[in-house]
């Protein structure tokens, strides 16, 4: 989880020196949606519709991405659909 809440943190603007005061392990976008809902805005806010239901997430974006995802509960695929959404950004930036 810790490298996947980097990749979350760099999305939302961490900067390295950002990184030398936070200690990865207080990131809590894996536990929390006080945590996550900004970055599910965020993505929003780029054009993407985001869709989250019982165990559930679909982001659908402008470009042509379209991904569901599934987990246990609405939020692990909440968290697993904003991952990949990150991961296929960082790709095609």
Excluded: Q
Aim: charged fraction near 25%.
């Amino acid at each position: 989880m810790k490298t996947e809440n980097k990749l979350i943190a760099e999305f939302m603007g961490f900067t390295n020196e950002a990184f030398e005061k936070v200690n990865l392990l207080t990131l809590k976008y894996n536990t929390s949606w006080d945590w996550l809902m900004p970055v599910v805005e965020k993505i929003e806010d780029m054009g993407s519709e985001i869709v989250i239901t019982n165990a559930e997430c679909t982001i659908s974006a402008p470009s042509g991405y379209h991904k569901e995802t599934m987990g246990k509960k609405r939020f692990g695929a909440t968290y697993n659909a904003v991952i990949e959404f990150i991961n296929e950004y960082n790709k095609n930036k």
